[in-house]
């Protein structure tokens, strides 16, 4: 079935370039009323511009579509309110936020200064949680609230010269952990995107003809089925270059030990059924992990009281 967007109002951050853009058109060409917000610095997030994003919205409003933009720098709570406040005041809803905004300062952990370090946190993390922040009660009012949070492989499995990014990326997966709880009973989902696309922030990493082959758009395509009604939940989804998969934190079902031998020796005698994968499983919350712990204490004492 074709997935509409007709009526639903999205915001994308970071959507004058790349894959923002890419996901911004998309969504307009399928009905939805977008705001286009970017600051419009350089890759490492220096100067601002309002052109790239005000193209945007003049290719949206070309192929008859609505679209605003907004300059809002997403680590600033007070400009993604002020966003957020003027998209009410136009259109009187939120149902999807895209949060895709970033930078890269890359560096060596040991070149890296920390000013570098919480820059980058402070536009993927931060910038995540205002944008959130600003519209959640919106969603959780409308009973209605599609999020992505854009993570990456850097985060999911490191990245040499990347430390900031990754600790980034993989902070906002932590963010949607819990969202994903809490934003169940208004039906808000968020999911994740892990996207490997040729923007400006890859060029100088790849040759030309595979910048081609890791178009956006491909990357979009997948995203939107993280955006519409049928969207899944706390759904990670790699995409890049027409190759589509999951990714997730399994869990192994481990072994226990009895008080009297809880010793660093005996954990490690014990290595090969703590790894084992058998029974291994994503845990719906953290507490799973407690009450998975809990009960194999218990069945060891109920196996000492006969
Ligand atoms: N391209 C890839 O292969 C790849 C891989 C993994 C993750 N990502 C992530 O995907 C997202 C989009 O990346 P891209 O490759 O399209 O990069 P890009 O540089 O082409 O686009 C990023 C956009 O975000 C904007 N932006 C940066 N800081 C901002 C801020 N503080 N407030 C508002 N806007 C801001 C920039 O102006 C730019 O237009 C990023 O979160 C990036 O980390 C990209």
């Known amino acids: ?13 970071g959507a004058g370039n790349g894959l923002g853009r890419s996901h911004a058109l998309e969504l307009a060409r399928r009905g939805a009323k977008v705001v286009v917000n970017d600051l419009g ?6 100067g601002a511009s309002s052109a790239a994003s005000q193209e945007v919205v003049r290719l949206i409003e070309e192929m008859g579509g609505e ?24 259109w009187g809803r ?35 949680v205002n944008c959130t922040k600003a519209v959640w009660d919106i969603m959780r009012e409308q009973n209605y609230g599609r999020i992505v949070m854009t993570t990456s492989s850097s985060g999911m499995y490191g990245n040499f010269g990347q ?31 892990a996207p490997t696309a040729g923007t400006r922030m890859t060029e100088d990493l790849m040759p030309e003809e595979i910048v ?23 759904f990670i989804l790699c995409a890049g270059a027409g190759g589509y998969s999951s990714a ?25 059924e703590l790894i084992a994968q058998d029974k291994q499983a994503s845990l719906a919350s953290g507490a799973k992990q407690g009450e998975k712990f809990v009960m194999k204490a218990m069945a060891f004492m109920k196996s000492q009281q006969h």
């Open 94 to 128: 939120v149902d999807i936020l895209i949060n895709n905004a970033g930078i890269l300062r890359d560096k060596s952990f040991t070149k890296m200064s920390l000013e570098d370090f919480k820059l980058v946190m402070d536009v993927h993390v931060m910038g995540t």
């Open 248 to 272: 997730s934190i399994f869990e192994t079902q481990g072994c226990f030990i009895p008080q009297a031998s809880q010793n660093p020796e005996t954990v490690r005698e014990h290595w090969d």
């Open 212 to 234: 081609k082959a890791f178009a956006p758009e491909a990357v979009t395509a997948g995203m939107l089925t993280l955006c519409d009604e049928k969207a899944p939940n706390r």
């Open 41 to 46: 610095g350089a890759r490492d997030g220096s």
């Open 163 to 193: 430390s900031n990014y990754g600790a980034a990326k993989m902070a906002v997966l932590g963010l949607m952990n819990t969202l994903v709880l809490e934003g169940a009973k208004n039906n808000i989902h968020v999911n994740a995107l």
């Open 1 to 13: 079935m074709t997935i509409s967007f007709a009526g639903q109002v999205a915001i994308v951050t």
């Open 67 to 90: 679209a605003i933009s907004h300059g809002a720098n997403v680590a600033n709570f007070d400009e993604v309110q002020d966003m957020v406040t003027q998209t009410m005041s136009k």
